[in-house]
């Protein structure tokens, strides 16, 4: 154990601003003590040498005297060994063989003092913790002074306080985290810091380690593209119905692969945590994705391909488990045979579908009971389930070619990713390109139907694509088809927008990229990239009808449960999960839908984070008061991954969850990530650029098909970019200059 002393001495070899100090054992001949330094004031602290230990930490119970004077330091020093004697020590903790010391300080007179764990002690290790309060540190560690905690991801740069006041600056936040940083790079990951800060000069009382935290068995949520589907913040009945479908199709997947039972029951923990949820987002429990892939055959070949094509960042393998890259023949023969018959199996899963949608469809949901209504959302989720995890490997069939292809041209040209996002463009028949083509011919068209016709259109395409928009996979999600009236206002935009949409439907015509000139071994790989986009887009499409037929299912769970008082407002039923819905219909749910509505009001106030890692199980937040901010840097040129080629220049318009009807004409579009419905916003813009995405994201694909620019996977980007910069984009290159 390093004790406090050379810590403190340690620390201050190492160039930290560290009091003067002297420290004194029990042994000393403390009665004539005299200071080496001088002071006005001095802090007296305690100092046993196994208060910090690993399995007996018992820091804090001694005593410190603060604004002692050099005629009562004698007396301090007395007092603070007399609390750490032999036999309370012995008596209290159970141990005999220790040191004591005291620790003499130079008295700083802050003007505001605290304490920064560098990882949050409730076991959230990449968020860094400063409670502080005014004046001096005492009333803080005893809690009888009023403080305000501050809360930073260290992951994002961004952070929250809560509290009444704003003690701190958002840069000496960040001056306090730097300084725990190069500290930690002294003494130790985890570690608990006093701080003192007086003129601006942040002085360090003294570090201990947080004992209660190691680096073991961690747990990673992670955004990566989870997102597109559930950007923001998402209500309980999404979350519930996110984790069985993941686990539902990740179960049916893994089993066509092992073909062996007990195995896949050993795996049933994992299957059922393919998805996490904190503070009312979602994310990837990445290490269980690990868990499935380690399994697969050539997982080391896969895994770089999965996170690119995923937009991964942090590329460590975070498992808990390990296995042996001997792989059963048979798995590999398996999990071959799935990935050769992708699309022979994602033709017949488009029929099966079709079959499956006309038969809830020819269904009167409002005419049927309650019992009869779970009835049929347990028989669609049954059937749906056993067919399409074929998705899972369609996505890894497209993935791998798609990093064979660009593995393959990288050999031969500098500028290998312009021309993979080119080449693999030219789609003219994607499912979700039409949604955009069909909208565009019936807004431009409009003036020359007759009100019968227009309503007869207007109709067919809510039937068809009345599911796409922006958050279309959650339920709580006004559609077009839940409310028109969205989409008669996209029309309206649309109509004033016509000489430029017509020539956009003509440049994705004109999109073709002639491929002759590739050797045949390449041009089979682009083929089969093309192909497997084509399916992609085509079950996301489908994707978006099941989640339709849910809402649909869920909004009529709410009328009757209304009608019925078990909750004030249909719309309440978003509250509720759907394990409630299916099986404790006798509940009346008022109660439960006023607490959940409570802790979303905190939800909704905190920062989004792109990854949250935790020591043991993840956990929500439940502070009283939300004050967010988020850092802004002063970089001139942000660089991330081009998808989509062009040069343009213009306005920013920055996206967040809480604006995505705004309006993109002529803007340059910035959000931290995309979502499938997103496209509709692109039509009027000049290009867009994400924090987040790869560059088979739905966004990429409708881009280079549309032809507009984009640049996805740009670090720092929310922090570096607010509405109203003028920026310089050149999605040729990902090279992006803030002009300010």
């Known amino acids: 154990m390093v004790k406090k002393r050379i810590i403190l001495s340690y620390l201050k070899i190492c160039g930290f601003n560290v009091p003067k100090f002297d420290v004194i054992s029990i042994s000393d001949d403390f009665n004539n003590y005299k200071p080496s330094f001088e002071a006005d004031l001095f802090s007296v602290r305690s100092s046993c040498s196994l208060e910090d230990s690993d399995d007996k930490s018992f820091a804090g119970q001694f005593e410190t005297y603060l604004n002692v004077t050099r005629q009562d330091l004698i007396d301090k020093i007395k007092d603070c060994f007399e609390s750490m004697s032999n036999k309370k020590?012995?008596?209290?903790?159970?141990?005999?063989?220790?040191?004591?010391?005291?620790?003499?300080?130079?008295?700083?007179?802050?003007?505001?003092?605290?304490?920064l764990f560098t990882s949050n002690p409730q076991g959230l290790l990449n968020e860094t913790v400063i409670t502080c309060g005014k004046g001096l540190g005492e009333g803080i560690v005893s809690g009888g002074a009023e403080t305000t905690t501050y809360y930073y991801n260290q992951t994002d740069d961004v952070y929250y306080y809560d509290g009444n006041e704003e003690l701190i600056s958002g840069k000496m936040v960040r001056e306090l985290v730097m300084l725990s940083n190069d500290i930690k790079k002294n003494l130790g990951e985890f570690l608990d810091i006093e701080f003192a800060i007086k003129d601006n000069i942040v002085y360090v009382l003294q570090a201990r380690k947080i004992t209660t935290l190691?680096?073991?068995?961690?747990?990673?949520?992670?955004?990566?593209?989870?997102?597109?589907?559930?950007?923001?913040?998402?209500?309980p009945i999404?979350?519930?119905?996110?984790?069985?479908?993941?686990?539902?199709?990740?179960?049916?997947?893994?089993?066509?692969?092992?073909?062996?039972?007990?195995?896949?029951?050993?795996?049933?923990?994992?299957?059922?945590?393919?998805?996490?949820d904190c503070n009312g987002r979602l994310y990837y429990k990445i290490s269980n994705w690990y868990e499935i892939i380690l399994r697969l055959p050539f997982s080391s070949k896969i895994i770089p391909i999965w996170q690119d094509m995923l937009g991964v960042r942090d590329k460590k393998i975070?498992?808990?488990?390990?296995?042996?890259?001997?792989?059963?023949?048979?798995?590999?023969?398996?999990?071959?045979?799935?990935?050769?018959?992708?699309?022979?199996?994602?033709?017949?899963?488009?029929?099966?579908?079709?079959?499956?949608?006309?038969?809830?469809?020819?269904?009167?949901?409002?005419?049927?009971?309650?019992?009869?209504?779970?009835?049929?959302?347990?028989?669609?989720?049954?059937?749906?389930?056993?067919?399409?995890?074929?998705?899972?490997?369609?996505?890894?069939?497209?993935?791998?070619?798609?990093?064979?292809?660009?593995?393959?041209?990288?050999?031969?040209?500098?500028?290998?990713?312009?021309?993979?996002?080119?080449?693999?463009?030219?789609?003219?028949?994607?499912?979700?390109?039409?949604?955009?083509?069909?909208?565009?011919?019936?807004?431009?068209?409009?003036?020359?139907?007759?009100d019968e016709e227009y309503k007869d259109a207007f109709n067919d395409y809510i039937e068809q694509y009345g599911d796409r928009t922006v958050g279309e996979l959650k339920i709580e999600t006004q559609t077009y088809r839940v409310c028109p009236k969205l989409l008669e206002e996209k029309i309206r935009n649309y109509e004033e927008q016509k000489d430029k949409l017509k020539q956009t439907i003509?440049?994705?015509?004109?999109?073709?990229?002639?491929?002759?000139?590739?050797?045949?071994?390449?041009?089979?790989?682009?083929?089969?990239?093309?192909?497997?986009?084509?399916?992609?887009?085509?079950?996301?499409?489908?994707?978006?009808?099941?989640?339709?037929?849910?809402?649909?299912?869920?909004?009529?769970?709410?009328?009757?449960?209304?009608?019925?008082?078990?909750?004030?407002?249909?719309?309440?039923?978003?509250?509720?999960?759907?394990?409630?819905?299916?099986?404790q219909y006798d509940n009346n749910f008022k109660k439960v839908v006023d607490e959940r509505k409570d802790k979303y009001t905190l939800f909704y106030k905190l920062p989004a984070y792109s990854r949250l890692i935790f020591s043991g199980n993840e956990f929500n937040k439940s502070n009283v008061t939300i004050n967010s901010e988020t850092l802004y840097n002063d970089k001139e040129t942000l660089r991330g991954v081009p998808c989509s080629g062009g040069v343009c220049e213009g306005e920013v318009i920055v996206m967040d969850e809480s604006n995505t009807n705004i309006d993109t004409k002529g803007k340059i579009v910035v959000s931290k990530m995309t979502d499938p419905g997103f496209a509709f916003l692109m039509d009027g813009a000049k290009g867009v650029i994400s924090e987040r995405g790869s560059i088979l994201s739905h966004t990429a694909i409708i881009a280079r098909e549309l032809k507009i620019p984009l640049i996805v996977g740009v670090k720092d980007l929310l922090?570096?970019?607010?509405t109203g910069d003028i920026v310089h984009m050149d999605a040729n290159t990902g090279i992006i200059n803030i002009i300010r």
């Open 89 to 115: 020590i012995s008596d209290k903790f159970g141990i005999t063989d220790f040191e004591r010391y005291v620790i003499v300080q130079e008295m700083i007179l802050s003007n505001i003092s605290g304490v």
């Open 214 to 235: 190691d680096g073991n068995n961690l747990l990673v949520l992670d955004n990566s593209n989870i997102s597109e589907s559930f950007p923001g913040v998402s209500l």
């Open 238 to 276: 999404t979350i519930s119905v996110a984790h069985l479908i993941y686990s539902g199709v990740f179960k049916s997947a893994i089993s066509r692969v092992l073909k062996n039972d007990e195995e896949t029951a050993r795996l049933e923990n994992v299957f059922n945590n393919m998805v996490g």
């Open 318 to 450: 975070v498992a808990n488990a390990k296995y042996s890259k001997r792989k059963n023949l048979k798995v590999y023969y398996n999990f071959l045979h799935e990935i050769k018959n992708v699309p022979k199996s994602m033709a017949e899963l488009d029929s099966y579908f079709e079959k499956v949608y006309k038969e809830y469809k020819v269904i009167n949901i409002k005419e049927i009971s309650y019992e009869e209504l779970v009835k049929l959302f347990k028989t669609i989720s049954d059937k749906l389930f056993a067919k399409w995890d074929i998705t899972l490997f369609n996505d890894m069939y497209t993935f791998i070619y798609t990093g064979m292809l660009k593995k393959r041209l990288k050999k031969k040209y500098t500028d290998y990713e312009k021309i993979v996002n080119s080449i693999i463009s030219g789609n003219k028949s994607l499912a979700s390109l039409e949604a955009i083509r069909n909208l565009i011919r019936l807004a431009t068209s409009k003036n020359e139907l007759s």
């Open 506 to 583: 003509t440049d994705s015509d004109n999109n073709e990229i002639n491929i002759t000139s590739f050797d045949k071994r390449t041009k089979k790989l682009i083929e089969k990239c093309k192909l497997g986009i084509q399916n992609r887009e085509k079950s996301r499409l489908n994707r978006s009808r099941i989640f339709g037929m849910c809402r649909e299912m869920i909004l009529q769970f709410g009328t009757i449960l209304e009608a019925e008082d078990k909750i004030t407002d249909k719309n309440d039923v978003f509250y509720l999960t759907i394990n409630e819905l299916l099986n």
């Open 719 to 722: 922090i570096s970019i607010k």
